[in-house]
């Protein structure tokens, strides 16, 4: 089991910048693939970006690929997704999740992520 735990939103105008982080309880041999995931207002949810365990491989979103960039620490079990240049179509609650303990490839597909955070919200003001 893999608890996961979200940080770092808020409130932030168009053109300003957030970073969201992740902590997650993984064991210190696992190296899962971890992604971050959003459901904008009446949308269904969406991949934002994943990396994968050694966190050489990422995939983002077309709609924020050159604007948010996806990180991990494995020392400190942390993911981060840092947004620049908001926009407020990125309005959404974001999740942080992940694969199975055992599985560090990163998969596009959201059903792939078992574990997930409660989420955070991100409001971004025009």
């Known amino acids: 089991q893999v608890q996961l735990v979200e940080s770092g939103g808020g409130l932030e105008q168009a053109g300003g910048s957030l970073r969201l982080s992740c902590a997650a309880s993984?064991?210190?041999?696992?190296?899962?693939?971890l992604g971050w995931f959003r459901r904008r207002p009446g949308l269904e949810r969406e991949t934002v970006a994943t990396?994968?365990?050694?966190?050489?491989?990422?995939y983002y979103a077309d709609s924020v690929k050159g604007r948010f960039t996806i990180s991990r620490d494995n020392a400190a079990n942390t993911v981060d997704l840092q947004m620049n240049s908001l926009k407020p179509e990125d309005t959404a609650i974001y999740y942080c999740?992940?694969?199975?303990?055992?599985?560090?490839?990163?998969?596009?597909?959201?059903?792939?992520?078992?574990?997930w955070g409660l989420g955070t919200q991100v409001t971004v003001t025009s």
């Open positions: 999740a992940s694969r199975r303990a055992d599985l560090p490839r990163a998969s596009e597909n959201a059903g792939a992520y078992i574990y």
């Open positions: 993984i064991g210190t041999s696992d190296k899962p693939a």
């Open positions: 990396i994968s365990g050694r966190g050489d491989v990422t």
